[in-house]
């Protein structure tokens, strides 16, 4: 994990183990978010009150909507989602994501370490594209950088790497010193850098941002 050539918050590079994990392969659309409003156990993103998203959840109709990342929606409201997809399900650690984005590789990006991306992520630099509009990396995982940031379960801690365990690390337990939770992999308008397979955001959990979605976890030995 992390990167000598990022951010303080990158560093150090270090090892770490995770047990056995199932990932989805693409990050959480409009139409499966839909599903679970419908039911009553999610709420509404909240670009569904402007002019240009619909009004109801039964107005959204359309191939392109429907593979769209669902955004707007809080880690809390992700939490949800993951509630309501069954037991087991939850969002991924942040060394989970990490580990997934890289693809077997140690490099900046999936596919290297040159900016240069060749198609091999989403980021069309002005709205958010349908999932699976790039190619994938070596575990045919999509978007896993660009499109939208990510919610991952962990509490952020900008030092955290300076004393992170071994094995399976979920961040920083203490609540009050650090409310924020990590968001990781970049979205359709960000710069190059801000893509890598380290870098490292965070927001805090009520908050609904237009460029951050998520997808969901499940470990593959129940615990």
Same mark, same amino acid.
């Given at each position: 994990?992390?990167?000598?050539?990022?951010?303080?918050?990158?560093?150090?590079?270090?090892?770490?183990?995770?047990?056995?994990?199932?990932?989805?392969?693409?990050?959480?659309?409009?139409?499966?978010?839909?599903?679970?409003?419908?039911?009553?156990?999610?709420?509404?993103?909240?670009?569904?009150?402007?002019?240009?998203?619909?009004?109801?959840?039964?107005?959204?109709?359309?191939?392109?909507?429907?593979?769209?990342?669902?955004?707007?929606?809080?880690?809390?409201?992700?939490?949800?989602?993951?509630?309501?997809?069954? @037991?087991?399900?939850? =969002?991924? &650690?942040?060394?989970?994501?990490?580990?997934?984005? $890289? #693809?077997?590789?140690?490099? /900046? !990006?999936?596919?290297?370490?040159?900016?240069?991306?060749?198609?091999?992520?989403?980021?069309?630099?002005?709205?958010?594209?349908?999932?699976?509009?790039?190619?994938?990396?070596?575990?045919?995982?999509?978007?896993?950088?660009?499109?939208?940031?990510?919610?991952?379960?962990?509490?952020?801690?900008?030092?955290?790497?300076?004393?992170?365990?071994?094995?399976? @690390?979920?961040?920083? =337990?203490? &609540?009050?010193?650090?409310?924020?939770?990590?968001? $990781? #992999?970049?979205?359709?308008? /960000? !710069?190059?850098?801000?893509?890598?397979?380290?870098?490292?955001?965070?927001?805090?959990?009520?908050?609904?941002?237009?460029?951050?979605?998520?997808?969901?976890?499940?470990?593959?030995?129940?615990?």
């Amino acid at each position: 994990m992390g990167s000598t050539a990022g951010q303080r918050d990158e560093r150090p590079v270090h090892r770490v183990h995770v047990d056995s994990f199932y990932i989805s392969e693409t990050e959480v659309t409009i139409w499966e978010y839909l599903q679970c409003v419908k039911d009553g156990a999610c709420r509404m993103p909240f670009w569904w009150n402007r002019h240009y998203f619909p009004k109801k959840a039964d107005d959204i109709s359309g191939e392109v909507w429907l593979r769209l990342p669902v955004t707007g929606v809080s880690w809390d409201d992700a939490r949800s989602y993951c509630k309501w997809k069954g @037991p087991g399900y939850r =969002l991924p &650690t942040e060394a989970e994501w990490e580990y997934a984005a $890289r #693809g077997k590789t140690d490099s /900046e !990006y999936f596919w290297g370490d040159k900016a240069d991306s060749s198609g091999l992520y989403t980021s069309t630099g002005n709205m958010v594209s349908p999932v699976k509009s790039a190619r994938p990396n070596r575990f045919g995982l999509y978007d896993m950088l660009g499109n939208v940031w990510e919610w991952c379960q962990d509490r952020y801690d900008a030092h955290y790497y300076e004393k992170s365990p071994a094995e399976n @690390p979920t961040g920083p =337990l203490d &609540t009050k010193k650090y409310p924020y939770r990590v968001i $990781r #992999g970049g979205s359709w308008n /960000e !710069y190059m850098w801000n893509i890598r397979c380290a870098n490292r955001n965070y927001g805090e959990s009520f908050r609904r941002f237009d460029g951050v979605g998520f997808r969901i976890c499940k470990s593959a030995v129940a615990k």
